[in-house]
């Protein structure tokens, strides 16, 4: 996810509650709210480094002979396999046993009982599912959020312009920042990257 611009792993709201948050009762701006919504979940995603819908994952990881590894995903919902195979092949041979290995779901880490990581270049690899199946109550209002403030701005002149005076004529702007509710909201989704 680091770095990667793509499409949001899932819309993060629905149109009815962005309808509902903006007070909006009928349907003549349902176009602009569906692609506002597409908009504010992939830079949501990208703003907190991860995605957010629940998906399988493989991951290929440098065994550095430790005894735990950290997912790129959190949560982790559960590990399909764990293989540590020095020639990348990840045949059945070298597939660790289940009860051999603990993960922590909230850390988004792997951690063997007993024994290490082998050293070695992209010689682990993990295959687990990882995310929400319900997207998080803060999450879904931080788009709410977005979603209506990006779409009032629209309806500002799409330039942010905040007020106007004639007399002497002065104008201010709004600044490009998102809302601070919505980041507060999803400080406690944010990854921290190292």
Not at 38 to 52: K, L, N
Request: with cysteine; glycine share 8%; proline share 4%.
């Amino acid at each position: 996810m680091k770095g990667a611009i793509m499409a949001a792993s899932a819309d993060l709201t629905t149109l009815a509650k962005v309808k509902n948050y903006l007070g909006i009762p009928v349907s003549d701006h349902d176009i602009l709210l569906t692609s506002l919504i597409a908009s504010v979940s992939e830079a949501v995603e990208q703003y907190c480094a991860r995605e957010f819908a629940a998906k399988e994952r493989t991951e290929f990881h440098d065994g550095s002979g430790a005894t735990a590894l950290i997912m790129r995903c959190r949560p982790i919902i559960a590990v399909s396999s764990v293989n540590d195979d020095l020639s990348r092949k990840f045949a059945d041979s070298t597939r660790i046993a289940p009860e051999a290995y603990v993960f922590y779901p909230e850390a988004g880490v792997i951690r063997l009982d007993d024994g290490v990581f082998a050293h070695g270049l992209r010689n682990v690899q993990v295959v687990y599912t990882a995310g929400y199946a319900a997207i998080p109550p803060a999450v879904e209002q931080a788009a709410n959020i977005l979603a209506a403030h990006f779409f009032n701005r629209g309806r500002q002149g799409g330039d942010g312009v905040a007020s106007e005076s004639l007399g002497s004529y002065t104008v201010s702007y709004n600044d490009s920042e998102w809302p601070a509710a919505a980041k507060g909201l999803l400080c406690q989704y944010r990854e921290v990257e190292v």
